[in-house]
C-alpha cells in the first residue's frame, strides 16, 4: 500500500502533522517506536499519583489574541479540553542573595510590579513591550505573506522588526539603556528557551515573553496526556493509521528523492517523510550515508545541541497549606546573570531548577526541572552506578528547594522518581535526551531557520517537525511549525 505521506514519530508534533494532512484527505502513516503516543509528553502512575511529564506550561490560551485556542479548533479539539489557568508566572528565588520576586500575568500587571522592584522602569517596560508587539503583529503578517513576501512592504509596515531581526536580546537591552535589575529579571524567562541573552534572538524571545505574559501559563485538568490521546483519536476517526512498536530502519531514497520507509522489515511506499525525531537521528541512522547530501551533514555538524533535562517528580501525603508552599511556579537560581547561569549548566550540579507545585485532593506534586549540556553527562553517568546517581540527584534536587524555598517537604514524600536524560532519550529517540532541539545562537535562530527551512530540505519529500524544526521548542511555536510543515507537504502532494 501506498501512502500520500508517511510520519516518523506520534509525538505532539508528529501527531499534528499527521492529524492536518488527514483531514486534507491525504492518506497518511504514522510510525512509532514505543507503545504509547506523546514521547515526552505522557504521564506515569507511582502509588496513588498520576505524574505529567510536560513540566513547562502551555500558554497562548485566554488570551485576547486566543492563539492556543485557534490552534485547537484547527485541530478539531476545541471545547474537548478544560484548562487550568493560573495567575502566577512564577516565583524567583536567588539564592546567593536571598533575594524574592514575584510576578503575574498580564501586561500592566508585569510593568507595576516592575516598578515596584525597579522604581523608574515605567518607562523602558512600556517601550520594551511596545517592541515586543510589533513583533508579534510582523510576525504574523511574515506568516500571511510568506510565499509572496515583499521585504519593502515589510519595512514600511513594521520598521522596528525589520531593525531588530538580527539583534541579539542582551543588544536590545543595551540599545535601550534598561537598567541591570530589569535586564536581571526579564533574563529568567531564558529559562523556558533553552538559551541566554547572549544567544538567543530578540524576535523569538519578545514574541514568547509578550505571548506568555498576556496570557499566563496553563495545564489540562486531568494530564497534558489527554490532550495527546486527542491527537491520536482524532487522527484514526479520520481513517488515520498508527503502527505502534514499529522501529524505522530506514527511509528509502532514490535519485535524491523519498521513495519509501522500512520498519519492521517490511516495505511502505510514500513519496513524503515527516519526521519528528531529530535530523542527526535521521541523517546517521535512518538514510544509507551515500544518499545523504554533503549539506546535511555539514549543517549538522556546525549546529550545536541545546540543553538537556533532569526532571524529579515527588508525590508529597500533605496539602499545599498544610506544606506553607504558598506560590505555584518557583525559579530557583543561583544568580540573575543568564549568561553565567547557563554556563553553570555545563555541570551536574549547577543550583539552578524550575519548580511546578501541583495540589490535588489532600496531596501535592512538586515537579523539579534541572538544564544540563550533554559534555557534563559523558564523565556523570555509567551503567554500573546510574541508580545510585539517580538517587544522589533526587536528593540533590530536594534538598534544593528546601534550602531555597525553606519548605521541609522531605518527611512528606510518598512517591518520588527522576527522569534523566537517558530517560528522555528512550522515549523520544532525540540524542542525549535533548528536548529543546538545536541552542538558539549566533545567526542559526528563528528567523534564519524559518526562511531556510525549504533551502535546507536537500532531499525532496523529506521535512522535520518538532523541537528540531524551523520554529524551535516552545509549545505555540512547535504547534504552528507542525501544522506548517504539513501544509507544506499538502501542497507538494498537491503538485
Avoid: W
Avoid at 18 to 31: P, S, W, Y
Avoid at 163 to 185: C, D, G, H, S, T
Amino acid at each position: 500500500m501506498k501512502y500520500d505521506c508517511i510520519v516518523i514519530g506520534a509525538g505532539t508534533a508528529g501527531l499534528i502533522s499527521a492529524l492536518t494532512l488527514q483531514k486534507k484527505g491525504k492518506k497518511v502513516l504514522i510510525l512509532e517506536k514505543g507503545i504509547n503516543p506523546g514521547g515526552a509528553l505522557s504521564s506515569f502512575k507511582r502509588g496513588a499519583f498520576e505524574f505529567d511529564t510536560n513540566v513547562f506550561p502551555m500558554y497562548g490560551f485566554g488570551s485576547e489574541e486566543k492563539l492556543g485556542e485557534k490552534m485547537f479548533q484547527q485541530l478539531d479539539l476545541q471545547n474537548k479540553i478544560k484548562m487550568n489557568f493560573e495567575n502566577e508566572l512564577f516565583h524567583i528565588i536567588v539564592t546567593e542573595t536571598n533575594e524574592e520576586y514575584t510576578f503575574s500575568k498580564g501586561i500592566e500587571s508585569f510593568e507595576q510590579k516592575m516598578e515596584e522592584y525597579v522604581p523608574g522602569s515605567m518607562e523602558v517596560m512600556e517601550t520594551f513591550f511596545g517592541l515586543c508587539l510589533d513583533v508579534k503583529e510582523a510576525l504574523e503578517y511574515i506568516k500571511t505573506q510568506k510565499t509572496t513576501l515583499d521585504e519593502r512592504d515589510l519595512l514600511q509596515k513594521y520598521p522596528n522588526f525589520v531593525q531588530l531581526a538580527p539583534l541579539k536580546v542582551k543588544r536590545v537591552f543595551e540599545y535601550l539603556n534598561m537598567p541591570k535589575k530589569v535586564i536581571e529579571l526579564l533574563s529568567v524567562f531564558c529559562n523556558y528557551m533553552g538559551s541566554s541573552i547572549k544567544d538567543l534572538s530578540f524576535v523569538y524571545f519578545a514574541n514568547f515573553v509578550y505571548t506568555f505574559i498576556s496570557s499566563g501559563p496553563c495545564y489540562p485538568k486531568n494530564t497534558s496526556y489527554e490532550f495527546v490521546k486527542l491527537l491520536e483519536e482524532s487522527f484514526k476517526e479520520k481513517g488515520g493509521v498508527i503502527k505502534y512498536h514499529t522501529k524505522v530502519n530506514e527511509i528509502l531514497v532514490d535519485n535524491g528523492k523519498v521513495v519509501g520507509v522500512q520498519a519492521n522489515n517490511e516495505t511502505f511506499k510514500t513519496s513524503h517523510v515527516i519526521s519528528n525525531v531529530s535530523p542527526k537521528m535521521v541523517y546517521e541512522h535512518f538514510i544509507s550515508q551515500e544518499n545523504v547530501p554533503i549539506e546535511c551533514i555539514k549543517l549538522e555538524n556546525e549546529r550545536i545541541l541545546g540543553p538537556s533535562m533532569f526532571t524529579v517528580f515527588v508525590g508529597l501525603n500533605k496539602t499545599k497549606n498544610e506544606l506553607g508552599i504558598e506560590h505555584t511556579h518557583y525559579i530557583i537560581t543561583n544568580t540573575l546573570d543568564s549568561i553565567k547561569e547557563f554556563e553553570k549548566l555545563h555541570q551536574v550540579f549547577s543550583g539552578h531548577l524550575i519548580a511546578h507545585v501541583i495540589e490535588e485532593q489532600n496531596t501535592t506534586q512538586v515537579v523539579l526541572t534541572g538544564m544540563i549540556y550533554k559534555d557534563a553527562l559523558k564523565s556523570f553517568f555509567t551503567p554500573d552506578h546510574y541508580f545510585e546517581i539517580k538517587e544522589q540527584l533526587e536528593d540533590y534536587f530536594v534538598t534544593v528547594f528546601e534550602n531555597a524555598t525553606g519548605h521541609f517537604i522531605r518527611e512528606s514524600i510518598e512517591e518520588i522518581d527522576l527522569a534523566t536524560p537517558v530517560t528522555y532519550a528512550r522515549y523520544t529517540g532525540h540524542p542525549y535526551g535533548i528536548l529543546f532541539g538545536y541552542l538558539a545562537k549566533g545567526y542559526d535562530n528563528l528567523l534564519p531557520r524559518m526562511f531556510c527551512e525549504d533551502e535546507e530540505n536537500k532531499i525532496e519529500g523529506l521535512r522535520f517537525c518538532g523541537s528540531y524544526g524551523s520554529r524551535l521548542s516552545l509549545f505555540l511555536d512547535l504547534m504552528e511549525n507542525a501544522n506548517e510543515v504539513a501544509l507544506k507537504t499538502f501542497g507538494e502532494c498537491e503538485e
